[in-house]
Each structure stands twice: as structure tokens, then as C-alpha cells.
């Protein structure tokens, strides 16, 4: 059974009339959860209100599931903020002018509800929390700890830096991507066209006439003839159940790990998994050192955050069984082979030298650009690979064909 997290929001429109500080009566419109909030909103904005009246009311009910906030999105929320707090703009406020600047429901939404929260005297960070889907485990901790230590304006500059180099590499990854998916949808179709619509065309031309074809050209034809009887039953079965797999993998962590494990075991493919599980590892484990967290809770985050079982492990085993019973950090890491050599001797030698965030932060970026090399090199392999299956595919059906017409034409 799936839980679905579902937030309700009473988001009405408001019409004020209010006096700014040199006597001028202005009025407007602002969209509000409630009117303590408007009158926040004229507070932070220095103006004195007159009469505040709502003039449209609208209950919403929205899933987490359904929202659609972007990397993008979160990488403005955070610059923004940054920018604001950095000219000592005050926090509520902040979120008020944000409020009037995002147009997209879903950002505007969870900004109302931090700027509810806010009124209410709750931390900062405790919005996010509750929307684990759109802002992650670490993006949370790390704004914990920027307001524990009041420097809440140096985390958000860091995390826009890491969201941005994050939204950087999936880029790359898709552009890497493209061509290899569209030549395999281009192998599917023809494959399609070929086995269900033109070989059993074939098929029949040579069965009909009365003609015995060879052994060869009999299987290929009894290939075709069943893909024309049962081909679009198939094609649907394939189509639910690829809706299905995508389904169970939203909702289930053992079908998701399943599938990552089953990809991280392919080769070339194994390569680019590691070394995005150990970039996100030096990314994230660097920013939670330097919001100034403690060692052995940022690798636990880091552990979740990194989307490799392997590594994970290999986390909470040097925090737990090697933090925790003494070891110094370059010990714990040498014990654990998931982590090359060279990670654990700069790890070591970081740590006695004092600037271990510095050293990760540098790991992060050499293995952003192994993982750039690395897709390369599977898109070299990938293309070439299904390039040969569409010809030998084309090959096997042309040669099923040329074989019974050139023993036609040798009995004449």
C-alpha cells in the first residue's frame, strides 16, 4: 500500500488599502494564505494598512507526487534567498518578495508554507523536511545547520553552487544520451515495421505459391507469421508492463535497488554508476563538512544520498564501526575497498593537513569529469553496437528471402 503525502493549502486573494510612510494611501492585490500573513506582507513592505479585504478564495489539495519542481527551480529558490540574505534582507521578508516573484503554483505553494511556518515561530528548515520528493535529505541538513550557526547566507551560496553543478552533469548525461536513444527507438520501429508488416507479406508470397523454401527462410517466415497474428497483443503487454515497472520503481525501494544493482553489474555501465556514486559522495560529504556538521552524522547523510547500496554500506560501516570505535578517518576509509586508493590516501592525508571539504570538493570535480569521459566512451561502444543489430536484423530477414529466390530461379 502506497501512502501518498498530501498537503492542503487555503490560498485566497486579497485586496488591501494601505498608507506608505510619507501619507500616500496605496492599494493592491496579494494572494495570502490567511490575513495575518497580508498584514506581514504590508509589515516587511513598511506600509501601514487601511482595510484588508479578500476578494477570491481557493482550496487546493496537492500531492507531492504530482508536484513538478525542477532542479532549475530549486536552483533559483536557493539563488535568490543567497542574494537576499547576502543585502540583509530579513527572512520573512524575503519569502514575501519571493511569493510575489514565482509565478509557478507549485514553488509558491511550499513558499507560503514557509512563510506560515515562519509566523509561527518554527525553523526554517522545517518545511523542507516535510517535502522530502522536491528538496533532499542533505539540501535540509545543510540549511539546519546554516541556521543553527547563523550562516544561513553562506549555505544557500554553497548549495546553489552544488545544485548547479549537479543540474551541470545531468545535462551532459542526457545530451551524451540522446543520440544512442533515438538510433535504439529508430531500431525498434524498424524491427517492428519489418517482423509484424512486410516479412509476413513475404512470408506468404512464397507459401502460397506452393513453394518449399529452406530451413533458414521457414524460421524467419514462422517468425514474422507469428509476430503478424500476435504482434500488437505483445506490443500491449510490453507497454503495461513497462507502466508497471515504472510504477513499482516510484514506489518500491527493493524494485529500485534491484534495477540499480542489476545496471551497476553491466559493464561500462558499471564504471559510470561507481563514479557518480563517488562523485555525489565527495560533493555531498564536502558540503556538510564545511555547514560545519559532525564527521560521523554527515557520512550517515551522505550514505543516503549518494544512490549506490555499495557505497552506502561502506559509509555507515566507516562511521559506525570505525568513527565510532576510535579510527581516524584515513583508517576507516583504506578498510573499505569500494573506495579506491587513491580516495583514502588524500582522504588520510586531508585529514591530518585539516582541509578535508577542500580535498572532497576536488575529488568532486575530477570525478565529474571521469563520468563526462566515461558516458563518451559508452556512447562510442553504443552506437556502433546498435548500428550492427539493425544490420543484422535487416541482413537475416534479406537473406531469408534471396535464398528461396535464388533456388527459383536456378530450376528455370
Known amino acids: 500500500m502506497v501512502t501518498r503525502s498530501v498537503h492542503k493549502y487555503i490560498v485566497m486573494k486579497f485586496h488591501y488599502i494601505a498608507s506608505q510612510q510619507d ?48 532542479i532549475t527551480d530549486q536552483i ?14 530579513g527572512l520573512l521578508e524575503a519569502i514575501n518578495i519571493l511569493i510575489a516573484d514565482f509565478k509557478k ?51 544557500f551560496q554553497d548549495l546553489t553552487l552544488v545544485l548547479t553543478k549537479e543540474k551541470e552533469l545531468r545535462d551532459q548525461l542526457k545530451s551524451a544520451l540522446v543520440y544512442p536513444v533515438l538510433l535504439l527507438i529508430g531500431a525498434v520501429l524498424i524491427l517492428v515495421f519489418l517482423v509484424m508488416f ?22 524467419v517466415f514462422a517468425v514474422g507469421l507469428f509476430f ?37 553489474s553491466l559493464p561500462l555501465v558499471k564504471t559510470v554508476v561507481m563514479k557518480m556514486a563517488l562523485q555525489r559522495f565527495a560533493s555531498t560529504l564536502s558540503s556538510l563538512i564545511k555547514a560545519g556538521m ?20 561502506a559509509l555507515l560501516r566507516i562511521s559506525d564501526q570505525g568513527l565510532a570505535k576510535g579510527l581516524t578517518i584515513g583508517e576507516a576509509f583504506r578498510r573499505e575497498p569500494v573506495f579506491p586508493q587513491t580516495i583514502s590516501n588524500l582522504v588520510a592525508i586531508s585529514e591530518r593537513a585539516g582541509h578535508l571539504d577542500e580535498v572532497l570538493e576536488t575529488l568532486s570535480e575530477f ?20 548500428l550492427l543489430f539493425i544490420g543484422i536484423v535487416i541482413g537475416v530477414i534479406a537473406l531469408a528471402i534471396i535464398v528461396p529466390i535464388y533456388q527459383l530461379t536456378t530450376q528455370f
Open 367 to 386: 570525478y565529474a569529469k571521469e563520468i563526462d569521459s566515461s558516458v563518451k566512451e559508452l556512447v562510442s561502444f553504443l552506437e556502433p553496437a546498435l
Open 23 to 70: 501619507g500616500r494611501v496605496i492599494e493592491g492585490d496579494v494572494d495570502s494564505p490567511n490575513v495575518q500573513s497580508v498584514l506581514s506582507y504590508l509589515s516587511t513592505n513598511n506600509l501601514k494598512p487601511v482595510s484588508v479585504k479578500v476578494i477570491e478564495e481557493r482550496k487546493k489539495e496537492i500531492s507531492l507526487f504530482e508536484q513538478k519542481v525542477t
Open 76 to 89: 533559483f529558490l536557493t539563488k535568490y534567498l543567497a542574494l537576499m540574505l547576502k543585502i540583509g534582507t
Open 198 to 219: 512486410a516479412l509476413p507479406k513475404i512470408a506468404n508470397v512464397f507459401l502460397d505459391s506452393g513453394f518449399d523454401p529452406p530451413a533458414f527462410s521457414k524460421a
Open 294 to 313: 559532525p564527521l560521523t552524522e554527515a557520512l550517515k547523510i551522505t550514505a543516503d544520498a549518494v544512490a549506490n547500496q555499495q557505497v552506502h554500506d
Open 105 to 155: 503554483p507549485s514553488i509558491r505553494n511550499i513558499l507560503y508554507e514557509i512563510r506560515s511556518s515562519l509566523e509561527q515561530g518554527q525553523p526554517f528548515y522545517t518545511t523542507f523536511s516535510r517535502h522530502p520528493k522536491v528538496f533532499s535529505n542533505v539540501y535540509t541538513n545543510l540549511v539546519k545547520a546554516g541556521e543553527a550557526s547563523g550562516n544561513l547566507e553562506k549555505i
Open 228 to 264: 503478424s497474428k500476435f504482434g500488437f497483443f505483445i506490443i500491449g503487454l510490453a507497454i503495461i508492463g513497462i507502466i508497471v515497472g515504472i510504477g513499482f520503481y516510484k514506489t518500491s525501494m527493493f524494485f529500485r535497488k534491484f534495477i540499480g544493482n542489476l545496471f551497476a
